[in-house]
């Protein structure tokens, strides 16, 4: 029983290990492209604010 027990345990540290090192690439992949992605988005929130104070600061109040 106890030589099934280590067997076991064995098994799910090497399952462990494979599964990790095939999600490990896809989750960088994701963080690289959620990082494009904020960027891009805090960049036409930046536009969008400066057109909306270019907006507020007319002339013709």
């Known amino acids: 029983f106890q030589t099934t027990r280590w067997s076991a345990l064995l098994v799910g ?10 999600l490990k690439p896809i989750a960088e992949e994701e963080r690289r492209i959620e ?3 904020k960027k891009a988005r805090e960049e036409a929130e930046r536009i969008a604010k400066q057109l909306a104070e ?8």
């Open 13 to 22: 540290i090497i399952y462990g290990k494979m599964r990790y090192d095939y």
């Open 35 to 37: 990082a494009e992605e």
């Open 54 to 61: 270019a907006n507020e600061d007319t002339i013709l109040k």
